[in-house]
């Protein structure tokens, strides 16, 4: 939990950002049940890059859009703002603990620097065979005309490369297991999202945990994590995966490993954040390809002359640049951590307004992807928008998929490392084409999803 101590006085004359402005006591949160994105981009449009609003009561929320505010947050200011306790991240805890995601200050600093080096480069590096291999065996079984729900392929297919490469622990068993229960308290946690009263209690009561179904649901989901560890432990092996760097850190003070339950939440959260996001990002890549032949063709036409009649390698990736190119703008319009949290503790200026102590803040990655003052054409799907020019032209802050600042995502190497083999390896033998009829609608849960999955039909090259 965050040590910053809150000691201020209140300005005379703050500078709101505008915002509705509902007589007292009413507030405008359950408009954001089920459909946060939308009202997000509603507000967005009527009163620009900094928003205001009176959840219920006296809560309040921001949001804000700009560049330079998601700087000044994320990176600048960045000591000011904590995850915890965000109401969205504090939905979270039950399911994920205090692990990386949720964790602030010392403690989180500490679990970082133990993490960090199995992200390193070269171990990444290594981590590729393991993903092509697992991605051809997939495709080996694939069939012309398949119809198949592409989205639960590609959580499958990132559920079994996190666990072989970071636990060293094949999940192929447990796929479907992990995979509707993690829907569920997906789901449950952002229907939860609306209600204020769900996370007062859980801030005022921790131990008080939310809904049965989430009760139930993390109980699935600890059991794999929990055999994960005690397979670990029982065989006495000692591997230099994440899993045992996290199993032999110890505290350079007093010498602690650490307990089960902090090692229950870091790997609970790696196995969640690490395959999910990765899925999502390839499944929306998928159906834009579909949407765009042409573009398609290109891509299919540097996998020939980058890969000729063989696998990619990591090697191969720098040569891969329209492939590279065309998942970051994937990730631009659809990005998969749509929105980012944050709790402002002291009295701050951003941008033009100021923000007073304990402000419940959100960025979005959504819509500051697709801001027309950075993004010309910002709904058109242009993977050339990602050559080292226009990129060099852009605030760096005009494309976050994976955040910024101290906790920009760990896992974005490994991510775009996987993103681009696996894409490559499917698409040098298959095309993915929609299931006619199917309207692909967005689903903003805690992730960017497509809502219901991604019926797709499979046509071997
Ligand atoms: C396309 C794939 C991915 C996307 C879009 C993504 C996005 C993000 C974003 C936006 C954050 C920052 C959240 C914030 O500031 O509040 C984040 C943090 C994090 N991500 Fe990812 N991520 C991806 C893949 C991965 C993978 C593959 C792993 C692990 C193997 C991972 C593990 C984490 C962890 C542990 C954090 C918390 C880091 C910290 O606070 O120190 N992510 N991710």
Not at 111 to 137: E, G, N, S, V, Y
Not at 259 to 264: A, I, S, T
Not at 319 to 327: P, S, V
Request: aromatic share 10%; with cysteine; proline share 8%.
């Amino acid at each position: 939990m965050s040590t910053v101590v809150v000691n201020h006085t209140p300005k005379k004359n703050p500078k709101h950002p505008p915002g509705p402005t509902p007589p007292w006591p009413f507030g405008i949160i359950r408009q954001f049940q089920g459909q946060p994105l939308k009202k997000m981009e509603e507000l967005a449009a009527q009163y620009g890059d900094a928003v205001r609003f009176r959840a219920l009561l006296h809560f309040y929320g921001y949001f804000f859009f700009h560049p330079e505010h998601n700087k000044h947050i994320l990176q600048d200011n960045n000591k000011n703002y904590t995850k915890l306790p965000h109401p969205s991240l504090l939905l979270l805890t039950p399911v994920v603990g205090h692990g990386l995601l949720t964790s602030d200050g010392d403690f989180w600093r500490r679990q970082r620097r133990l993490a960090q080096p199995a992200f390193h480069r070269q171990r990444i590096a290594d981590f590729a065979t393991t993903m092509t291999d697992a991605t051809t065996t997939m495709v080996a079984r694939w069939r012309d005309g398949q119809r198949l729900d592409l989205a639960e392929a590609m959580m499958h297919l990132t559920l079994e490369i996190a666990g072989k490469t970071l636990f060293s622990r094949d999940l192929t068993g447990e796929a479907n297991t992990v995979g509707e229960a993690f829907t569920v308290v997906n789901e449950e946690t952002a229907s939860l999202s609306g209600k204020i009263f769900a996370y007062e209690r859980l801030r005022l009561f921790p131990w008080w945990h939310s809904s049965k179904v989430i009760r139930q649901n993390t109980a699935v989901l600890d059991t794999v994590v929990n055999n994960i560890i005690k397979e670990r432990r029982h065989t006495g092996q000692q591997k230099d995966d994440l899993l045992g760097m996290l199993m032999e850190a110890r505290d350079e003070e007093t010498g602690q490993g650490m307990n089960d339950e902090q090692l229950r939440d870091e790997v609970m959260t790696i196995m969640l954040a690490g395959h999910e996001t990765t899925a999502i990002a390839l499944s929306w890549t998928f159906y834009l390809l579909s949407q765009h032949p042409q573009i398609r063709a290109k891509m299919e036409q540097e996998l020939a002359e980058v890969l000729p009649g063989h696998a990619p390698t990591v090697a191969d990736i720098p040569n891969l640049t329209y492939t590279t190119m065309i998942i970051q703008e994937s990730m631009r319009l659809y990005p998969p951590a749509y929105a980012i949290a944050r709790f402002g503790h002291k009295p701050d200026v951003v941008g033009d307004y100021d923000v007073p102590a304990n402000a419940v803040i959100t960025l979005s990655p959504y819509l500051t992807h697709r801001h027309p003052d950075f993004w010309e054409d910002p709904l058109k799907f242009d993977p050339e928008r990602f050559t080292p020019e226009r990129v060099a032209e852009r605030p760096r802050y005009a494309y976050l998929p994976f955040g910024g600042g101290p906790r920009q995502c760990i896992g974005s190497n490994f991510a775009m490392t996987e993103a681009i083999l696996l894409l490559a390896t499917i698409a040098q033998r298959f095309r993915a084409d929609l299931q006619p009829g199917h309207q692909v609608e967005l689903s903003p849960l805690i992730t960017l999803r497509p809502k219901g999955g991604l019926p797709m039909i499979l046509r071997a090259r």
